[in-house]
């Protein structure tokens, strides 16, 4: 399970393969996020989650939340390539009778933790989730992917406050600042810096690294895991729909599907980054 | 008789280009016009407004409870605010803000111009068929007659309307005259014009591209229940959550088609 650099990035690639094939299949999805995200989720899944695939309901598992739900593609693309269930089910994205729905659904699928899609709604599950892991005397890390776009939501805000009067140190969000959202590029629709000094306002403990670089990944979570006494964030910076030249820090691509010929011309520049 | 179309190859227009193209014709008429968007203007089509009357449109990003707020203390200060969401935000998000902020201000929120409000306009994602004509009439409170029959009486909104005028075509076919009802207007509801078919035909059937719990059929169940019992039936989500598929996959999987109009009117008939 655990991996080395070579291997997570060569990993990353082919979940970002597995996010385009996915999506124009379905033939709707989020591009931009899934692919922006592929780095992170294969530092996640293949070396820092303390998880078991074939136990996803083991009882210290660390637990990840996505709270920006809409980027699951790339989340069922790790978890099928980690061994949870069969690479060939992502072929049945958002399709009738599928458990891949297009936004997390928990009941039908109970290793994504919780449902999710309507945005600030995780981020409070996951500090319940967290105060539960202290309460129980758990060991677990709750792991909780927010996207830029969702700090609009008021929401937001009180998990966070809750997170620091708590001192969650088992709670480590992180933030996928990719500067883009449905309608535009956040700093359009609503500005949100310093998002770095509002996170310090509010007593959390931040990192801010180039999420797309999975050596800063690593790092960082390393060091989040041992700071005591306070929740953490980690502002990542990701290039949206990384990897692939035409989609890469367009928020058009971040409720879109590649058409087939866009597809196709994705896989192969993909390809060829191996 | 209002003047309705149907045919195999009617035009098909999704109902949110209709309030964008309305939204923009309402800026020009009315000054007082705004818009406040959470962060899908393009999805609800209220961008070609902000394009046009960028000091009437405000963006406040993915924060629904916010929006409604600001909306109420817009039409408090005499502004016609118009807030564009999905209903799965709005009001499933804001639902504390609409009801204190803009109701029990009776603040003008999203109303039609000439139209005292607060109201919520409720629209179809996908594309549905053109069926009515410029002379089609239209008032905010009045159900209209679509079709007129003496056998069964089917109650729609939205986009299963057509389904209905569709079900009472099919039923002709069996000399079962089924009178159709377009119920847009969900509150206040048309009560007179329900009881008045229903006492004519004894059976009602509504369908809703909705819940089956407080919506349409409830409303009609209201009344009928309080003013002339009939068996009914109401077609519609079976309090369930909804699930990926294409928009004809899922219509078809609950029955929000003509062909189950057609087999609940048999079971009551």
Redesign the interface.
């Known amino acids: 399970m655990k991996s080395n650099l070579t291997q997570l990035k060569k990993m990353a690639n082919t979940l970002r393969q597995d996010v385009i094939k996915m999506l124009v299949e379905a033939g709707s999805g989020h591009s931009a996020g899934s692919l922006g995200m592929a780095d992170i989720f294969s530092a996640l899944y293949f070396k820092v989650l303390n998880h078991k695939p074939k136990k996803p309901n083991w009882a210290n598992r660390d637990r990840l939340i996505l709270s920006c739900g809409h980027i699951v593609p790339i989340r069922y693309a790790a978890m099928a390539r980690s061994g949870y269930f069969p690479v060939k089910e992502l072929k049945t994205?958002?399709?009738?009778?599928?458990r891949?729905?297009?936004h997390p659904?928990y009941v039908d699928m109970p290793a994504l933790e919780s449902s999710s899609?309507?945005?600030?709604q995780g981020v409070s599950v996951a500090v319940g989730k967290a105060l539960a892991g202290k309460m129980n005397r758990k060991k677990y890390f709750v792991y909780c992917i927010t996207s830029d776009?969702?700090h609009?939501?008021?929401q937001t805000w009180e998990a966070i406050m809750t997170a620091a009067k708590y001192k969650l140190d088992n709670l480590i969000f992180i933030l996928d600042r990719n500067k883009i959202?449905?309608?535009g590029y956040t700093k359009?629709?609503?500005p949100l810096e310093s998002l770095k000094a509002k996170y310090e306002a509010f007593n959390w403990f931040v990192l801010e690294i180039d999420g797309n670089d999975i050596e800063k990944v690593l790092k960082a979570t390393e060091i989040a895991k041992r700071v005591k006494d306070q929740p953490k964030v980690i502002i990542a910076h990701t290039i949206p729909g990384k990897g692939v030249s035409f989609m890469e820090n367009k928020w058009e691509w971040h409720g879109r599907a590649p058409s087939k010929d866009e597809a196709e011309k994705a896989l192969k520049e993909l390809q060829r980054a191996l | 008789m209002f003047k309705i179309q149907i045919s195999k190859q009617i035009e098909l227009k999704a109902c949110r280009d209709g309030f964008g193209e309305a939204l923009l014709e309402l800026g020009k008429r009315n000054k007082d016009v705004v818009v406040v968007?959470a962060?899908?203007?393009?999805?609800t089509r209220c961008?070609e407004f902000g394009k046009k009357y960028a000091e009437r449109f405000f963006?406040?990003?993915?924060?629904e409870?916010?929006m409604a707020g600001v909306a109420a203390g817009l039409a408090l200060e005499g502004k016609i605010p118009f807030m564009c969401s999905f209903g799965?935000?709005s009001p499933?998000?804001n639902w504390d803000q609409i009801r204190i902020s803009i109701c029990y201000n009776k603040a003008n929120v999203l109303a039609a111009a000439k139209f005292e409000g607060p109201v919520y306009i409720r629209f179809a994602r996908e594309k549905s068929p053109i069926m009515t004509l410029p002379k089609t009439k239209f008032k905010i409170g009045n159900a209209e007659v679509f079709k007129e029959g003496d056998d069964v009486t089917i109650i729609a909104c939205g986009s299963m309307v057509y389904e209905a005028l569709l079900a009472a075509k099919e039923l002709k076919k069996e000399k079962i005259q089924a009178e159709v009802i377009n119920c847009h207007t969900i509150k206040p509801i048309d009560a007179k014009t329900i009881i008045r078919s229903a006492k004519k035909t004894n059976r009602v059937v509504t369908i809703e591209e909705h819940q089956v719990n407080g919506g349409l059929g409830s409303a009609v169940a209201e009344v009928l229940a309080q003013n002339y019992p009939v068996p009914m039936k109401i077609i519609g989500m079976p309090d369930k959550f909804g699930?990926?598929?294409?928009g004809k996959?899922?219509l078809d999987?609950y029955g929000l088609n003509y062909l189950n109009i057609i087999k609940e009117i048999k079971k009551l008939i």
């Open positions: 994205l958002r399709k009738l009778g599928s891949l729905q297009g659904s899609g309507p945005l600030g776009g969702e609009d939501e008021g959202q449905i309608d359009d629709i609503m | 968007s962060d899908l203007a393009e999805s961008l963006e406040v990003g993915v924060a409870q916010n799965v935000f499933a998000r699930e990926s598929g294409t996959e899922l999987k």
